[in-house]
């Protein structure tokens, strides 16, 4: 039960300010509540806070500031508070930083007060211009969505004049709203698709655990077109009954326009949004809506998982497995772990989907911990593709050329037949590497050590690391000589070419993220490609996350090997998850599809696994190799980047720290390193790592922090700590 602090009390007050303890002030006027939203002065300043607790006792109360006002929003509940404390100590996050990651709301501190919003009008212009047109194209796909002008002519890139012309016509309506209305209600009566056989005892045991008001995990694994997605929303529509919230993450936002529309057949009104494509007013009314009950579901990135539920019942984390749920920068921490530590706290169900889950959730099933339902059948007639591998040792290509003759072959017999191929690649650009054909010189960028990657479609080369761009240059800035830079292996763009001369009578899409100026622009892509409006897709992995294309019946991965030769203790897994999805594109209509492997190396035991289809033998052979070294999820691991603009600095330090590894071996674990990170310079500054490998169930962090607490970060040295890594640049 929350405490209630009299006028002139003392509270401790969390900030989002960079200090890292609790403040003491005094109660508001009218007192406060614990978990209130309180605007306090700081310094010749006024920052936002949450009041935290009582406040300490010690000093000079006429010395105490007085919290300025409580905010006019609902304040943090229990559960939040308990989250964000333990996701911070998991991640050694100090608490005002966990705090901005619960407020990435805009105008909290402000008044409610009225403001004009713009929606689609009646009448059509009398005359269409582009920057017409856009704005009605922003008004038509975002219909569900509420814009202010400055929203709205920014998001069409448009002015003002351009929106209020249009007001005066009729095509755009402008209305007085009050902030924050409710999202429509979603009707969870409403009967969702017939299910299958297994599919309705699956949705059975997700509805019996949503109704048990209990935390629970499951794992929910089924291929693509298993019907996963009508499984796990029969849960959502328990949930709902419950009266309680549910919450779907998505790995990508281009998928969220598809799985809107799902919803919206199943329940008869859009769910709340929230991932970086919502505006900022859009992001307000989420935050405030969540928090007062006026929002039901959510679908979102994995900052989703720090919105302020009233009373969360269910958390989806689908296609659980996907990288991006892992955030690599500012608070590191997997939204799909914390999914279920907030679901232990809340008392929620959480499902974790997917048809190739990682080793983690695999384990955990295996273990006990998790539940586990298995989805067998597709829908509809389409069974899984076949796979082949095309042994590269045996084709005979000319030099930069990647499409095998048995390949081209294949991909020209389903044209014939009116079907789709695609082409895979995992790499974004023309051509990973640029180097001098006379000297030999490669071109790197100035701030990384990564080499730069051409990007014709953009005229440039780019950093994949920084992002940092430049024309190519004329001649070989090593040697000067002119007319010698080469490109070096495919990319995409490069795939492209190749098959326009291979294939010249077939229509051509590619689908690589940074192709597309908007996600709109890419949501066209893909929808004109699943109406048949390609024969040919040439994709990157942006093409393995979920996107229904019904005549797609081929594949061929132009480089099977790509993710086998990193160092990646998830190299393997990773390599597995991608080809089984993007092998799962093909034949999801009635007919059955082939997937063709390029690989110099047939015999390895991965690719064997993949053409096998024998996933638990995967599964049980890279478990047993992790056991066996001790390596997550079986030990735990936590990185250490130290970085500063000069490189001995960064190494002094790494090395200071290893010789100081007391608490780490009192708890049985080993520090390795310091070494230059795989990635050795990004934006100018040197980069050195430890590894800290620890048992299971060593207390990992309060060793960490006991550690760490010595270090003495003087000038521009940063230390990051990264628990449970994912990646290891
Ligand atoms: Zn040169
Ligand atoms: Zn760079």
Redo the contacts with the bound molecule.
């Keep these: 039960m929350a405490e209630f602090f009299d006028e002139g009390g003392r509270v401790s007050v969390l900030t989002t300010q960079g200090i890292d303890r609790l403040l003491t002030y005094r109660a508001p006027e009218g007192g406060c509540w614990e978990g209130a939203f309180v605007e306090v002065p700081l310094g010749p300043r006024m920052v936002m806070g949450v009041v935290w607790g009582p406040g300490e006792q010690g000093f000079d109360a006429s010395k105490l500031r007085a919290v300025i006002r409580v905010l006019d929003v609902p304040p943090m509940r229990a559960e939040m508070a308990e989250f964000l404390t333990r996701v911070g100590d998991y991640t050694l996050t100090p608490m005002n930083f966990m705090l901005r990651l619960a407020t990435r709301a805009p105008g909290l501190t402000n008044p409610p007060s009225m403001r004009k919003i713009y929606r689609l009008g009646h009448n059509e212009p009398d005359r269409k211009t582009e920057a017409r047109e856009r704005v009605l194209e922003v008004l038509e796909s975002q219909a569900h969505s509420a814009f202010t002008l400055k929203e709205l002519a920014e998001e069409a890139g448009v002015t003002s004049s351009v929106v209020k012309g249009l007001v005066k016509l009729g095509a755009v309506e402008e209305e007085e709203s009050p902030r924050d209305l409710p999202f429509p209600h979603l009707d969870y009566t409403a009967p969702g698709k017939a299910l299958t056989g297994d599919q309705a005892a699956a949705a059975g045991a997700l509805r019996d655990g949503v109704r048990s008001g209990t935390f629970g995990a499951t794992l929910l694994r089924g291929v693509t077109g298993s019907g996963k997605t009508e499984v796990y929303l029969e849960a959502v529509a328990e949930c709902l009954a419950q009266g309680r919230q549910a919450l779907v993450l998505l790995p990508e936002i281009a998928l969220t326009s598809e799985f809107l529309k799902r919803v919206e057949e199943r329940f008869g009104a859009k769910p709340a949004e929230w991932h970086s494509g919502v505006t900022m007013t859009e992001r307000r009314r989420v935050w405030r809506m969540v928090a007062e009950g006026g929002a039901q579901m959510v679908i979102g990135a994995r900052s989703a998982l720090f919105l302020p539920f009233r009373d969360i019942g269910l958390i989806v984390v689908d296609e659980e497995h996907d990288n991006s749920y892992k955030q690599e920068d500012g608070v590191l921490y997997s939204a799909r772990d914390m999914s279920v530590l907030r679901g232990s706290i809340n008392g929620a169900q959480v499902v974790l989907a997917s048809a190739t889950p990682s080793l983690e959730t695999w384990a955990n099933a295996q273990a006990g911990k998790y539940n586990r339902l298995d989805l067998t059948s597709r829908f509809g007639p389409a069974v899984l593709p076949e796979m082949r591998t095309i042994d590269m040792r045996q084709e005979d290509l000319p030099g930069n050329r990647w499409i095998s003759p048995t390949l081209a072959t294949a991909v020209r017999g389903r044209i014939d037949e009116g079907e789709q191929a695609l082409i895979f690649l995992n790499r974004r650009g023309y051509a990973p590497v640029t180097v001098?054909?006379?000297?030999?010189?490669q071109i790197g960028c100035d701030h990384c050590d990564a080499r730069m990657v051409e990007h014709r479609f953009l005229k440039r080369l780019v950093c994949h690391q920084c992002g940092e761009t430049k024309p190519m240059p004329e001649?070989?800035?090593?040697?000067?000589?002119e007319g010698?830079?080469a490109p070096v292996g495919p990319g995409v763009e490069r795939m492209a070419e190749e098959v326009a001369e291979t294939f010249p009578d077939a229509r051509v899409a590619v689908l690589s993220s940074d192709l597309f100026a908007s996600a709109r622009a890419l949501k066209a892509q893909i929808e004109l490609i699943a109406a048949g409006g390609a024969d040919i897709i040439i994709g990157t992995q942006i093409v393995a996350k979920g996107h229904n294309f019904p005549k797609l019946t081929l594949v061929g991965v132009i480089d099977a090997d790509l993710g086998l030769q990193g160092s990646d203790l998830r190299a393997a897994e990773r390599t597995f998850q991608l080809i089984r999805q993007v092998a799962g594109r093909a034949g999801r209509g009635d007919v059955s599809g082939l997937a063709l492997l390029q690989t110099f190396q047939p015999e390895h035991p991965v690719i064997r696994a993949i053409l096998s289809g024998d996933e638990e033998g995967f599964w049980k052979a890279e478990a047993s190799e992790r056991q066996a070294a001790g390596v997550p999820p079986y030990g735990r691991l936590a990185g250490i980047v130290i970085s500063a603009p000069d490189l001995d600095a960064a190494m002094n330090l790494g090395t200071a720290l290893a010789r100081a590894d007391g608490p780490i071996v009192q708890i049985g674990a080993q520090v390795f390193g310091p070494a230059p990170a795989p990635i050795a310079r990004i934006r100018g500054r040197h980069r050195v790592r430890l590894l800290v490998k620890a048992p299971k169930t060593a207390p990992l962090q309060t060793a960490l922090r006991k550690w760490l607490a010595s270090v003495d970060l003087r000038g521009d040295i940063r230390l990051s700590v990264d628990i449970d890594p994912q990646s290891f640049y």
């Design positions: 001098c054909r006379a000297c030999g010189h001649a070989c800035p090593s040697c000067e000589a010698k830079l």
